[in-house]
């Protein structure tokens, strides 16, 4: 069963582009390593200072363990950051995405109880 974590924060105005290319430096390494298991997004709010990321992995292995630029985006993140995260875990109930052979329905899912 599909695990999801969905990460929100703010950071401060001076923190922000910084913030942003550390994310895209974990999406480039991401590309390369491909750690398989791993639907991720990152998603900047139009005020430029939030974000969001969400991250679905099949739970089997962390994703992220082998990514040196992840490591890097936690260093400092506590200083770019206005107040904590909020961290919210979930199951994955399904996805759209017209195109895409690994596009899941509710319907060929397990009920998470």
Same mark, same amino acid.
């Given at each position: 069963? %599909?695990? =999801? =974590? +969905?990460?929100?924060y703010?950071?401060?105005s001076?923190? =922000?582009?910084?913030? $942003?290319?550390? #994310?895209?430096? +974990?999406?480039?390494?991401?590309? +390369? ?17 939030g ?7 099949? /739970?089997?292995?962390?994703?992220f363990? $082998?990514?040196?630029a992840? @490591?890097?985006?936690? @260093? ?5 950051? +206005? ?6 875990? %979930?199951?994955? #109930? /399904?996805?759209?995405?017209? /195109? ?14």
């Amino acid at each position: 069963m %599909a695990k =999801a =974590a +969905v990460v929100l924060y703010h950071t401060t105005s001076e923190a =922000a582009e910084h913030n $942003r290319r550390l #994310i895209e430096d +974990v999406l480039a390494e991401l590309a +390369v390593q491909d750690p398989g298991g791993l639907h991720y997004q990152a998603f900047r709010f139009d005020d430029g200072l939030g974000f969001m990321h969400v991250a679905v992995f099949d /739970g089997t292995t962390d994703p992220f363990d $082998r990514c040196a630029a992840y @490591r890097e985006f936690h @260093r400092d993140l506590g200083r770019r950051l +206005v107040a904590p995260p909020k961290v919210m875990k %979930a199951v994955l #109930i /399904g996805f759209y995405c017209p /195109g895409c052979a690994s596009a899941m329905s509710f319907t060929h899912l397990p009920p998470p109880y």
